[in-house]
């Protein structure tokens, strides 16, 4: 009788384990991404003239969205026109948990969340205030 109810039991055990596998799928929101400083460093950049960059209440304006990441830890927020000159700019500093840097500029935060790194390319989803952008962006590294 013991050795029926531990082989029950062992049963039991079995299904509630196997209950529990998760299958693999894409990792379309970037939780497979680990960021390091060797990742991040460097100018990540859209392309010109693929997102908006509200320049004085104009929401239709496009341009180049680019923000510099140093080894200092320091950022930089750049936008460009679409005549290539500087609509705005600003510095901060940032941090790197899992696959999101954070950025902090006064009493502005942004976030960009990379949902996918291949070499110097990466698509991220930038966030900031009430808004939120999917972006592929392209990193040069300064020299």
Same mark, same amino acid.
């Given at each position: ?5 531990? =082989? *029950? #039991?062992? &049963?039991? #055990?079995?299904?509630?384990?196997? %209950?529990? $596998? ?15 400083? &060797?990742? $991040?460093?460097? !100018?990540? %950049? !859209? +392309?010109?003239?693929?997102? +908006? ?12 969205? %680019? ?10 927020? &750049? =936008?460009?026109?679409?005549? *290539? ?17 954070? /950025? ?6 942004? !976030? =960009?969340? =990379?949902? %996918? ?10 966030? $900031? ?5 999917? #972006? ?6 300064? /020299?």
């Amino acid at each position: 009788m013991k050795t029926l109810r531990l =082989f *029950g #039991m062992a &049963i039991i #055990m079995a299904l509630v384990g196997t %209950s529990f $596998v998760a299958c693999g799928g894409d990792d379309e929101d970037g939780d497979g991404i680990t960021l390091s400083e &060797i990742d $991040v460093i460097g !100018t990540w %950049s !859209t +392309p010109l003239g693929e997102y +908006p960059v509200n320049y004085d209440g104009d929401k239709t304006a496009k341009g180049t969205w %680019s923000w510099k990441f140093g080894t200092d830890r320091t950022y930089y927020g &750049i =936008f460009y026109g679409d005549n *290539g000159y500087t609509l705005r700019s600003y510095k901060g500093v940032y941090t790197i948990v899992g696959n999101t840097v954070t /950025g902090k500029s006064g009493n502005v935060t942004e !976030t =960009f969340k =990379f949902l %996918s790194l291949s070499g110097n390319s990466a698509t991220v989803e930038y966030k $900031v205030g009430n808004n939120t952008y999917t #972006m592929k962006v392209t990193k040069s590294i300064d /020299g």
